[in-house]
């Protein structure tokens, strides 16, 4: 009983800590955490129900935000991620790492931090939207999809509209 009643007080301590209780919420580190794609999401750039296309999807939250807008494919994403209007407003971002995931059925469970992802365009598969970044956790996986695929090797802060519109 004594037991109980102690760690039940220890649990709301430990929890009172992880939720930062009283500080302001710009103090707090946000969990902005990539989330799995629901079936009724929609693309934020498109509107298109993004389950069920193929290739790789992004994510992203806005500095400060909890919720994140999602994206049909990498293209849409860089697409919205490269507006002036939107880039300095941007925290975090993720994509599918397709090493991990069938082309067709990207698999959830392995979002990656986009900024340090290798993305390969001007390859011959078909993202959501038609031509579409491929993106990869490892190099030697993403030089591999070239060998198989076409296209050619990208690092993030390399990726412009110019390299988006490349088919
Ligand atoms: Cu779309
Ligand atoms: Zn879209």
Redesign the pocket.
């Known amino acids: 009983m004594i037991n109980n009643t102690l760690s039940g007080w220890m649990l709301i301590v430990i929890m009172m800590s992880i939720s930062g209780c009283g500080e302001s919420p710009s103090d707090l580190q946000l969990a902005q955490h990539a989330m799995a794609i629901e079936k009724n999401d929609?693309?934020?750039?498109?509107?298109?129900i993004?389950k069920g296309f193929p290739g790789p999807k992004g994510q992203l939250y806005k500095r400060g935000n909890e919720s994140s807008l999602k994206?049909?494919?990498t293209?849409?994403?860089f697409s919205y991620l490269l507006d002036p209007e939107h880039q300095h407003a941007i925290q975090t971002v993720y994509v599918h790492d397709m090493a991990a995931s069938l082309w067709d059925t990207p698999d959830d469970a392995f979002f990656i931090d986009a900024r340090t992802a290798w993305y390969v365009a001007g390859h011959i598969r078909k993202g959501?939207?038609g031509p579409t970044l491929a993106s990869f956790l490892d190099k030697n996986v993403a030089t591999s999809f070239i060998e198989q695929y076409g296209g050619e090797l990208y690092r993030f802060e390399d990726i412009n509209q110019a390299v988006l519109l490349q088919d």
Do not use: V
């Open positions: 929609e693309c934020h750039i498109c509107g298109m993004i994206f049909c494919s293209r849409d994403m959501a939207m």
